[in-house]
């Protein structure tokens, strides 16, 4: 079955320690995301990328950085992770960002814990 | 701004029943809705979209699109225990590379 998948599920790091999330698609679709959740709240996006097209969020902090060197996988690296930086990230695919192609599919997700 | 509300809940039903989750955006020009339900610490996972006003059916779920008073509605017939999760409607407001706003959900309970 067509997929999103993140590696690792859970993960434990110290703070400042430098830590970094993995997702993969079989989906083929163009358009990779990452969000943050924490409890009780809307999903958060940090960036996407369109193809190899980056776009990064206003508000997302520099500690997030991200990288995607092929279609099928998407890197999200936390640079030095703070208390604050707790929570639930997701990876999604959709096809594209039109009118009838952002349907969002979501991965597993990783639940972070910061030490 | 663009904002998508939701009624945080939680919504109670019986077992049966119909659920009704109601969901309001700002940006008239919105084009794409969606809705997602989450079970509690897992991801959210697509269950329904609409794009146009009117119903949309699928199975026990039936989105309701109203542009000009600017709602979207999820019905879910014959609720089940298994439906009990947070429902997240996320509107997409359209225009090339424009992200889509979620709102913060509305729990529902089912119960037996």
């Known amino acids: 079955d067509a997929m999103v998948i993140q590696n690792p599920r859970y993960q434990v790091t110290q703070f400042g320690k430098p830590v970094t999330l993995s997702c993969s698609q079989t989906?083929?679709?163009?358009?990779m995301y990452w969000y943050q959740q924490k409890s009780s709240q809307a999903p958060k996006l940090l960036f996407h990328?369109?193809?190899?097209?980056?776009?990064n969020e206003a508000d997302t902090p520099d500690n997030f950085q991200s990288r995607r060197p092929n279609t099928s996988f998407c890197f999200l690296d936390i640079r030095s992770p703070g208390l604050g930086d707790a929570a639930m990230y997701l990876c999604?695919?959709?096809?594209?960002?039109?009118?009838?192609?952002?349907?969002?599919?979501f991965g597993p997700g990783t639940r972070l814990t910061v030490t | 701004q663009k904002e998508v509300e939701q009624n945080s809940g939680p919504l109670s039903v019986p077992e049966g029943a119909i659920a009704s989750l109601n969901c309001t955006y700002s940006?008239?020009?919105?084009?794409?809705f969606f809705w997602y339900r989450q079970y509690s610490g897992k991801s959210p996972e697509l269950i329904m979209f609409?794009?146009?006003?009117g119903d949309k059916e699928d199975g026990r779920f039936t989105a309701q699109l109203n542009k000009a008073s600017q709602y979207v509605s999820l019905l879910i017939r014959d609720s089940q225990p298994s439906d009990s999760a947070t429902y997240l409607c996320?509107?997409?407001?359209?225009?090339?590379?424009?992200?889509?706003?979620f709102g913060t959900g509305t729990k529902l309970q089912v119960i037996p």
């Open positions: 999604a695919t959709s096809r594209g960002m039109g009118s009838r192609d952002y349907e969002q599919y």
């Open positions: 989906l083929n679709h163009n358009v």
């Open positions: 990328y369109y193809d190899k097209d980056f776009n």
């Open positions: 940006d008239r020009g919105s084009q794409s």
């Open positions: 609409i794009y146009s006003n």
């Open positions: 996320a509107v997409w407001p359209g225009g090339g590379y424009q992200k889509v706003t």
